[in-house]
């Protein structure tokens, strides 16, 4: 089975920390991919990865950036943390192609304070 | 740009009965893929359907089926026998290119005993 794990569940940070969000993937997925999750917005992009140091931007990619140094961990990171960045992180990881399963992670629910 | 719409945040059926949760999307796109994820409470995001829109046949996976109706851009989630263990949000996908999802707002169903 795919496993896709991220580094915390729950989080608490102090506004204007730096903030790292740990992904990894045990299947050998090529793309790796970012969301948050808010009420009433679904899930939107942040950033994703097609191979090892290789990022796009998602929808919303303000406040945020990424590092893929090896092809099974895909790091998020807030430069400065915000209020406005209190949310539900999730992870997912694929195979290239068209029409392939996302395979998520179990989330990290930030708190800015 | 692509949009996806869920126009119903919260829905309820009974267990034993069918429930039909709807989704519209907008691309420009000829060929695109449609997707419907389950997030169960404090569990990880699941496939659960898929279907690819040059394909005229409805997707069918055991008790899911969809609805794809191409020319009015809509992709409608069937549940037959609903099941406690449906419980979740659900959420309609679309993807044009590069397993780049695009998703809907999410729909609570709640299956009643």
């Known amino acids: 089975d795919v496993k896709v794990t991220q580094s915390s569940r729950y989080l608490v940070k102090r506004t204007g920390e730096k903030v790292f969000l740990e992904c990894v993937q045990d299947m050998d997925h090529e793309n790796m991919f970012w969301y948050r999750q808010d009420p009433g917005l679904g899930l939107r992009l942040i950033y994703f990865?097609?191979?090892?140091?290789?990022?796009e931007k998602g929808d919303i990619p303000e406040g945020y950036s990424v590092s893929r140094e090896k092809k099974e961990r895909f790091s998020l990171i807030l430069e400065s943390a915000s209020t406005n960045q209190t949310s539900m992180y999730l992870c997912a990881s694929s195979l290239a192609g068209l029409a392939v399963e996302q395979y998520f992670g179990p989330g990290t629910r930030l708190t800015v304070t | 740009a692509q949009t996806v719409t869920q126009s119903q945040p919260e829905m309820s059926v009974q267990e034993a009965e069918t429930v039909t949760l709807s989704c519209t999307y907008d691309t420009s796109e000829n060929n695109y893929y449609l997707f419907w994820y389950k997030q169960p409470p404090s569990r990880q995001m699941i496939l659960v359907i898929r279907q690819e829109a040059y394909k005229q046949q409805n997707a069918t996976e055991n008790r899911f089926s969809v609805n794809f109706q191409k020319a009015a851009k809509s992709f409608s989630l069937k549940i037959s026998d609903s099941q406690l263990g449906d419980t979740a949000m659900y959420f309609c996908a679309s993807e044009t290119s590069g397993s780049r999802l695009t998703f809907g707002e999410g729909t609570q169903l709640t299956v009643n005993p």
């Open positions: 990865s097609y191979d090892v140091k290789m990022k």
